[in-house]
């Protein structure tokens, strides 16, 4: 098997769906687009043991409704796989399960009746390690941002409305002695903060945090 690891081109995508027609079905539409089926999947419980042994470069996943149990088998996965690329496929979307989802490293979230041509580019841009949603979902996360701004994200963000206001800052690039004088606080307070952020969002470092707020919308481009 070649894939991006040992030096191939070609993508290898692995395929979970909960029946065998689904399953099938979405078999099928790969052998159209450009990549190689690198194995298939009965249901999400089986990818953490499946994953390791394959090595896919993405999943493609098919969901029937949004569920607490992917997010935390997203996350785990990603966790197996750091260069893992992710891509679901669903009806509809709430827009906090998608928030949720796209954190949990979820890279593309598009429709169940995609075509060919949206499916290659979905896989691609996960393999890439860029995000992509299908446009109605976008927009809802859009639309409900800008109705309740922070209130809306109420149970999906973990970083505090401080915390929030300091990662903005450190996205501004200032330093711990200008956000601490700008919000009113010591050093040593914002440095708490910055830390608690760090933790929060599994960074190693401001600029890592700062991209991955961009990415979970926290801070605004």
Not at 84 to 95: F, N, Q, T
């Amino acid at each position: 098997m070649t894939n991006r690891r040992n030096g191939g081109s070609e993508i290898q995508v692995l395929v979970s769906a909960a029946s065998a027609v689904r399953r099938a079905g979405l078999e099928s539409l790969l052998d159209k687009i450009p990549v190689r089926l690198a194995g298939g999947v009965y249901g999400i419980s089986n990818l953490l043991v499946q994953v390791p042994q394959i090595q896919p470069d993405v999943i493609l996943i098919d969901l029937e409704q949004s569920n607490a149990q992917f997010l935390a088998m997203a996350k785990s996965l990603n966790q197996v796989g750091a260069t893992l690329g992710i891509v679901v496929l669903i009806d509809r979307a709430e827009p906090a399960w998608a928030i949720q989802a796209v954190r949990a490293g979820v890279k593309s979230i598009m429709p169940r009746d995609i075509d060919p041509e949206e499916l290659i580019w979905a896989v691609q841009t996960a393999h890439s390690g860029l995000v992509l949603l299908d446009p109605a979902t976008a927009q809802s996360i859009t639309e409900i941002r800008q109705r309740g701004g922070e209130m809306a994200l109420e149970g999906v963000d973990d970083l505090t409305p401080r915390e929030v206001e300091v990662l903005r800052m450190m996205a501004d690039g200032s330093g711990n002695k200008q956000i601490a004088a700008d919000l009113g606080i010591s050093e040593h307070t914002v440095k708490f903060h910055i830390s608690s952020i760090l933790e929060k969002l599994g960074a190693s470092g401001r600029t890592e945090a700062v991209t991955l707020g961009i990415r979970r919308g926290y801070v605004l481009i």
